[in-house]
């Protein structure tokens, strides 16, 4: 701790970042760094308290508390502290394959546990571990894992978002051949196709697969495994292959009207305008389908808010987001103590864009559509709501959200996004190979185990643990590889 004062000494300061006024109309990240002099005070307000729960990755209340992939918290603040930014990257690449990822689009688990944040702002180590892994990659610390000794082995990894990332990422160092096969033109998964570019530009994304193939990584895209390829033959090929397709199955509103034209899952928009933007069709008009329409996104998470903001982006006329859960406290309550996640209202960029912009919070709470309205030619012209309620079922204990009598409303939308979360792993890549799922249709491992039903086939990822967060996804692909490498070599030093 070489800053034993630096909590009393230093209030936190971010980063400076682009106004929502100005940053509507463009797509590029808008969040700035402070100079390196100013980061390390940021570095000073650690504690290195005697219990670093943010370094822990604990469950506590069905929710994590600290980071997943443990990272050394303490040590890597102290070295931001210190101006020592060479041992802070080797600190933080020891437990991290993708700092530049999680430092740009992850919720801060770190700081939410942070002990600092109890009575005053918590250490900034987002920002710290940014601040790190970028001056890395600009003084060329970053450098590709070329193994000296190649084992011989052979592993599939199918699909290419962070959980398999990770994992290829880990085989390749062992020395194992590794192949990634991806469905889309571009290798990163939600990374390149699921995450707008106003939060991860897709240079980054592009910047860390150059060095995994440089390090000797086979990326093969427009590969539908599952359909242009089968489980059969991976297998006869391979020596294993890990599944890391991610919970792609989008949860559908089935109601009266769904039929109609100009209803879309949030995550086929989000991809189609990311899409155009690497196509180079963001220099002209496009996506005129959203400029001028009342725009309604169903679903109040960070998938929702990233359709207020490219809604916004793409000249909306306006923008509704409807939540089902009621809206949160502004204050923890008793019931939710440090150091579990913080249940709080948060106002991310897509809302503070939207109040700006219209000057209201777009978003309606304790709201449910109820039927999908449509004009003459079919394309969709409004929505039925109704109100919900929190009710406690008898039997169970849980609390339900159900319909109130007499609350239904109609309300106009031109253009709809489906963000309902997902259901889980899509179906024609489980049956190719023939592993089992739960009832969450997420694809079932043995217990503390990522290996399947089928031998040779593992696990990882949103397709094993479900829809969750990046950081989550890179453990399971670290956590997968030890697994894997082990059950090849008979033991694993990963």
């Not at 002099?37 to 943010?54: H, L, S, T």
């Amino acid at each position: 701790m070489g800053k034993p004062t630096g909590f009393l000494e230093y209030e936190r300061v971010d980063g400076p970042q682009t106004g929502p006024g100005e940053r509507i109309n463009h797509f590029n990240e808008f969040h700035g760094k402070l100079p390196l002099k100013e980061q390390q005070k940021q570095g000073a307000r650690c504690m290195d308290c005697g219990v670093p729960f943010c370094q822990s990755g604990c469950e506590l209340a069905g929710m994590t508390s600290g980071c997943p992939l443990n990272n050394l918290v303490p040590e890597m603040n102290d070295l931001v502290y210190q101006g020592n930014w060479e041992r802070a990257y080797s600190r933080l690449e020891k437990t991290h394959n993708f700092p530049e990822f999680t430092c740009r689009v992850c919720p801060a688990l770190c700081e939410a546990a942070c002990t600092c944040g109890i009575h005053s702002e918590p250490v900034a180590t987002k920002a710290n571990e940014k601040a790190v892994i970028e001056y890395a990659f600009q003084n060329g610390l970053v450098k590709p894992h070329i193994p000296k000794v190649r084992t011989g082995k052979k592993v599939a990894v199918i699909g290419s978002g962070p959980a398999g990332l990770a994992a290829a990422d880990q085989l390749n160092k062992r020395g194992h051949l590794v192949t990634v096969y991806e469905r889309k033109d571009r290798p990163g998964g939600l990374l390149m196709y699921g995450i707008p570019n106003m939060k991860l530009e897709k240079e980054v994304v592009d910047r860390r697969i150059r060095l995994m193939e440089e390090a000797g990584i086979r990326f093969l895209c427009n590969q539908d495994v599952g359909k242009d390829i089968t489980g059969e033959e991976l297998l006869a090929e391979y020596d294993r292959v890990i599944l890391a397709c991610g919970a792609s199955e989008p949860r559908d509103i089935a109601v009266p009207g769904r039929e109609a034209k100009g209803i879309h899952f949030a995550v086929d928009f989000l991809s189609r305008v990311t899409k155009a933007l690497l196509d180079g069709e963001g220099k002209k008009p496009f996506f005129e389908e959203v400029k001028g329409k009342k725009v309604l996104v169903i679903g109040g998470g960070d998938t929702g808010n990233d359709c207020v903001g490219t809604a916004i982006r793409l000249g909306a006329e306006s923008v509704i987001q409807l939540e089902m859960m009621p809206r949160p406290s502004e204050e923890r309550l008793g019931s939710n103590p440090w150091p579990q996640w913080p249940k709080i209202l948060k106002t991310d960029y897509g809302q503070q864009e939207a109040i700006l912009k219209w000057g209201q919070d777009p978003r309606v709470y304790q709201t449910t559509v109820t039927e999908f309205l449509s004009g003459e030619q079919g394309q969709v012209v409004g929505v039925r709501t109704i109100e919900l309620e929190p009710k406690k079922d008898e039997k169970s204990g849980r609390m339900l959200m159900l319909p109130k009598e007499g609350s239904e409303k109609e309300m106009e939308a031109d253009l709809v996004l489906i963000a309902a979360g997902f259901l889980g792993s899509q179906g024609y890549i489980r049956d190719t190979f023939g592993v089992e799922c739960n009832e969450r249709t997420n694809v079932k491992t043995r217990e503390n185990s990522y290996a399947t039903n089928i031998d040779r086939v593992f696990a990882a990822g949103d397709m094993r643990r479900g829809q969750s967060l990046v950081v989550w996804a890179i453990a399971e692909g670290r956590r997968v590889a030890k697994q894997v490498d082990k059950s090849m070599m008979g033991y694993s030093n990963l």
